[in-house]
């Protein structure tokens, strides 16, 4: 089968001037002329298949397919996990908790049910000082994850932070009737019988916490300030 190089129209093979376009033949028959044609023809096919899409797509919302689609495939390539595991290097490197927040999103618009994502979210607002949304942040995330003590620990931490320190306490103590030894646990109700100014509970449980593992930095600040508060009385 031959075509017209200049418009693609289909040759019966003996024609000096194209039918469809006027076109006068060099040579039908050279391979380049038949490249060409051939390759008119395919964008006529394809254009002609960009006008039915168009015209299949009048009504339906494009962008939900695409977003469907995106999210779907980010999915099936676990890509939330990817998300989650910058965000938590981030973290850990003490980076910008803007940034770790926006992974986190992005995880959680792949899976909403990613509990780590809350997590390390919650964390990074907590570091930004929004304690309300943190504790709300947290909260999902331990609603999907019950056994993410360190959840309730930065739960407890906010609450500490927002002057919530009933509401501390008891989130501690949560923690510790799973966990008696849970250090950051017993450090955190030290830091708030500290607030209260109850200096000797809060020795008491600076001292068994230091048992478990060294108190130092500012913590270990605070112990010291207590010390001479006893050894005054």
């Given at each position: 089968?031959?075509?017209?190089?200049?418009?693609?129209?289909?040759?019966?093979?003996?024609?000096?001037?194209?039918?469809?376009?006027?076109?006068?033949?060099?040579?039908?028959?050279?391979?380049?002329?038949?490249?060409?044609?051939?390759?008119?023809?395919?964008?006529?096919?394809?254009?002609?298949?960009?006008?039915?899409?168009?015209?299949?797509?009048k009504d339906v919302d494009i962008d939900d397919i695409l977003d469907d689609f995106s999210i779907n495939s980010?999915?099936?390539?676990?890509?939330?996990?990817?998300?989650?595991?910058?965000?938590?290097?981030?973290?850990?490197?003490?980076?910008?908790?803007?940034?770790?927040?926006?992974?986190?999103?992005?995880?959680?618009?792949?899976?909403?049910?990613?509990?780590?994502?809350?997590?390390?979210?919650?964390?990074?607002?907590?570091?930004?000082?929004?304690?309300?949304?943190?504790?709300?942040?947290?909260?999902?995330?331990?609603?999907?994850?019950?056994?993410?003590?360190?959840?309730?620990?930065?739960?407890?931490?906010?609450?500490?932070?927002?002057?919530?320190?009933?509401?501390?306490?008891?989130?501690?103590?949560?923690?510790?009737?799973?966990?008696?030894?849970?250090?950051?646990?017993?450090?955190?109700?030290?830091?708030?019988?500290?607030?209260?100014?109850?200096?000797?509970?809060?020795?008491?449980?600076?001292?068994?916490?230091?048992?478990?593992?060294?108190?130092?930095?500012?913590?270990k600040h605070k112990w010291d300030f207590c010390l001479e508060k006893i050894n005054k009385e």
């Amino acid at each position: 089968m031959k075509f017209c190089y200049e418009c693609g129209c289909k040759l019966e093979g003996n024609e000096e001037i194209c039918p469809e376009c006027g076109e006068v033949f060099k040579n039908t028959q050279n391979p380049n002329d038949f490249m060409e044609s051939t390759f008119n023809q395919f964008l006529e096919d394809i254009d002609q298949l960009k006008d039915n899409a168009v015209e299949f797509m009048k009504d339906v919302d494009i962008d939900d397919i695409l977003d469907d689609f995106s999210i779907n495939s980010k999915r099936a390539l676990n890509q939330d996990a990817f998300y989650v595991a910058r965000a938590r290097r981030k973290l850990e490197n003490a980076g910008d908790n803007q940034r770790v927040i926006y992974l986190c999103n992005k995880a959680l618009l792949v899976d909403e049910r990613n509990w780590e994502a809350y997590y390390l979210k919650g964390r990074a607002l907590i570091n930004l000082g929004r304690y309300d949304e943190a504790i709300d942040v947290l909260l999902d995330s331990l609603a999907l994850n019950e056994e993410n003590l360190e959840a309730r620990e930065y739960i407890a931490k906010a609450s500490r932070l927002n002057g919530d320190l009933d509401y501390s306490l008891k989130v501690y103590d949560s923690i510790l009737n799973i966990d008696d030894k849970y250090y950051e646990a017993i450090l955190g109700k030290a830091l708030v019988y500290f607030q209260l100014k109850d200096y000797a509970e809060a020795n008491k449980l600076f001292e068994e916490a230091n048992n478990i593992s060294s108190v130092e930095g500012y913590a270990k600040h605070k112990w010291d300030f207590c010390l001479e508060k006893i050894n005054k009385e």
